[in-house]
């Protein structure tokens, strides 16, 4: 989640500077080297819960961060692995005393360069990956950003319980790469996107201060508007926003169901509750730093049964979907025969392929989850005898 450090237009040193100069501040420190880098180091050193220990700025630890999933390859001027809110106040204070940028990393999984920046790096992964306390009753658990999405729902099994949202990086990803990318996954279409599933947030503003982000009446919105400060001026602008352009967001917002990109605006301006954390959710890190979540968790479905479509092509596979999306299914995968043919020719993978019946052009995977057996068998037959 790459992050200008900018929200409301103002750090705690005055007029935020833009995106571009902060990194050209940043590449004008990486060119001087570790030398030019050390009153950085020093200064993060200071403030921090674990001190020296907790920075980063010799140039290998640097370059492991300089890297995700995606092409793109971006050298940090400092890595730091914050140990709790405090920490992060402080590295954000920093960096609006230096004039750099800061990224919020999460696993390092994004395709698409979400996860580098020419700036000081927080790793959460470290220190801040908690799960702080689950609320089985309410389907609620308080998570730090750092926590994989698998140690979670580790930690919500014994409750019967699972976070419902479901990248295929599961095993890697983070809560807060989650929030800040608005992830989803495979069970979208029963669950929705992490902005559907996301109750609270507690975030680090640019200027270094700490807010809560929940659900507000009209009242309680008012009140924070109210405020001096940073989190103030964000309420009234939000505010503004939603008076002056609510017709005009949401004429134009599209109405599909795994829309991630651009601001969440249509979330703030509903009528109802306003709660800022939708907001935050899907803005790569450039509006607030997330330190800790409250998100929604679900009841683990008791049945789950899984059939396998076989077609000659993916255009006749993808026409499918929209039949099979009509059987209520609780997912639908494609998988074309390159995936198959590379799972054939691969030791590791070749047994997951071995139900795979001839040589298709395309699989429709369609997944049906219920509390009856019979009932989600009668699903998967109705379904079966309407397409095969």
């Known amino acids: 989640m790459p992050s200008a450090g900018t929200v409301a237009g103002r750090t705690i040193e005055g007029d935020t500077p833009s995106?571009?100069?902060?990194?050209?501040?940043?590449?004008?420190?990486?060119?001087?080297?570790?030398?030019?880098?050390?009153?950085?180091?020093?200064?993060?050193?200071?403030?921090?819960?674990?001190?020296?220990?907790?920075?980063?700025?010799?140039?290998?630890?640097?370059?492991?961060?300089?890297?995700?999933?995606?092409?793109?390859?971006?050298?940090?001027?400092?890595?730091?692995?914050?140990?709790?809110?405090?920490?992060v106040q402080h590295a954000m204070r920093v960096a609006g005393k230096h004039g750099v940028p800061v990224l919020a990393r999460g696993g390092g999984t994004s395709l698409s360069g979400q996860g580098v920046n020419h700036a000081i790096v927080l790793d959460f992964t470290l220190h801040m990956a908690g799960v702080l306390g689950i609320?089985?009753?309410?389907?609620?658990?308080?998570?730090?950003?750092?926590?994989?999405?698998?140690?979670?729902?580790?930690a919500l099994r014994p409750h019967g319980l699972q976070y419902p949202i479901d990248p295929s990086t599961a095993n890697r990803a983070t809560i807060g790469g989650g929030v800040g990318n608005n992830s989803c996954g495979a069970h979208s279409g029963v669950y929705g996107k992490t902005v559907d599933n996301v109750v609270a947030l507690e975030v680090v503003?640019?200027?270094?201060?700490?807010?809560?982000?929940?659900?507000?009446?009209?009242?309680?919105?008012?009140?924070?508007?109210?405020?001096?400060?940073?989190?103030?001026?964000?309420?009234?602008?939000v505010r503004a926003i939603a008076r002056?352009?609510?017709?005009?967001?949401?004429?134009?917002?599209?109405?599909?169901?795994?829309?991630?990109?651009?601001?969440?605006?249509?979330?703030?301006?509903?009528?109802?509750?306003?709660?800022?954390?939708?907001?935050?959710?899907?803005?790569?890190?450039?509006?607030?730093?997330?330190?800790?979540?409250?998100v929604r968790v679900v009841p683990i479905p008791p049945v789950k049964m899984l059939t396998a479509l076989h077609f000659r092509t993916v255009v006749e596979a993808a026409a499918a979907t929209v039949r099979a999306n009509a059987h209520g299914p609780s997912a639908v995968e494609l998988v074309d025969d390159t995936i198959i043919e590379r799972c054939r020719e691969s030791a590791g993978f070749r047994s997951l392929v071995e139900f795979v019946e001839g040589e298709p052009g395309?699989?429709?995977?369609?997944?049906?989850?219920?509390?009856?057996?019979e009932e989600v068998e009668g699903k998967v037959e109705g379904l079966r005898d309407e397409l095969v």
Do not use: C
């Open 362 to 373: 395309a699989l429709l995977l369609v997944e049906f989850a219920g509390e009856q057996a």
């Open 244 to 294: 002056e352009h609510r017709a005009e967001v949401e004429k134009r917002f599209p109405k599909i169901l795994r829309r991630v990109s651009g601001y969440n605006l249509d979330e703030v301006v509903e009528e109802g509750p306003l709660n800022l954390a939708k907001l935050v959710v899907g803005s790569e890190g450039t509006l607030a730093t997330v330190t800790e979540a409250t």
């Open 135 to 154: 609320d089985a009753e309410n389907g609620t658990a308080r998570v730090q950003p750092g926590v994989v999405l698998s140690e979670l729902n580790k």
């Open 19 to 87: 995106t571009f100069a902060t990194v050209t501040r940043a590449r004008e420190l990486l060119h001087g080297g570790e030398e030019a880098l050390a009153p950085l180091a020093r200064d993060l050193a200071a403030g921090l819960s674990g001190g020296a220990g907790d920075v980063e700025i010799d140039r290998y630890r640097r370059l492991l961060y300089a890297t995700d999933a995606s092409i793109y390859e971006m050298e940090p001027v400092a890595v730091v692995y914050p140990r709790s809110t405090a920490d």
């Open 205 to 237: 503003l640019a200027d270094g201060s700490k807010a809560a982000l929940e659900a507000l009446n009209e009242d309680e919105a008012a009140e924070r508007g109210g405020r001096e400060g940073l989190e103030g001026d964000i309420y009234r602008g």
